[in-house]
């Protein structure tokens, strides 16, 4: 078995001070560079994923709430325009040399990483280049539990990979939607437990 890391979205926008912060988003950042550190040879591959919206007056397929105010399930406020500070990741996120960039949300409503394109390969997509490392497992991290870590977690085991959600290197964004979340990642046999198991 080959196991890749996916860390969703940890980014100047989603972190405290942000336009979209999730509380203890500065706080997945560095915890995520610590596990890193102690467990690099884990993965044989390490994925970075990030929303890259287009700027106003794109809504990007109606992410973007323009006409109300976002409800902050499928509408929210602007956030991660692409080239701007909030999209770049956040400065206590340590990746390693070689990782996999994942550009998500170009004009689009999209929150798995699995939607997204990856940098540098033409037109590929995650699954593709995880399969091409050989990776059967994938253990995801990053902003937010009840979104986006969700939502690429869920098209991982779709794809066929098994998927770990690592939740305490996750921040989420409320309780009623994580407890959604957490029953729809049950039924899809994602599993859901912490880090410090697999040390």
């Not at 990030?50 to 109606?62: E, I, K, M, Q």
């Not at 929150?111 to 399969?131: C, D, M, P």
Request: glycine letters at 8%; charged letters at 20%.
């Amino acid at each position: 078995m080959s196991r890749a890391l996916i860390v969703v979205d940890v980014q100047n926008d989603f972190c405290e001070g942000g336009s979209l912060a999730v509380t203890g988003g500065s706080a997945v950042a560095r915890a995520v560079s610590a596990h890193l550190r102690e467990h690099a040879d884990r993965y044989a591959a390490v994925v970075a994923t990030r929303d890259w919206h287009a700027p106003l007056p794109d809504t990007n397929d109606g992410h973007f709430a323009t006409d109300a105010e976002p409800d902050y399930v499928t509408t929210w406020p602007v956030h991660c325009v692409a080239g701007t500070p909030g999209a770049e990741y956040h400065p206590e996120l340590r990746l390693p040399l070689g990782t996999v960039h994942v550009r998500k949300g170009q004009s689009r409503q999209d929150y798995s990483g699995f939607a997204g394109e990856v940098v540098g390969a033409e037109g590929a997509r995650l699954t593709e280049v995880l399969a091409a490392a050989g990776v059967t497992e994938v253990d995801v991290v990053g902003l937010a539990t009840d979104h986006c870590v969700t939502a690429t977690a869920l098209d991982a085991r779709a794809d066929g990979f098994e998927a770990t959600v690592l939740v305490d290197l996750t921040a989420a964004v409320a309780l009623p939607t994580t407890l959604r979340a957490a029953a729809r990642l049950s039924q899809a046999g994602v599993r859901v437990t912490t880090a410090e198991p697999l040390a």
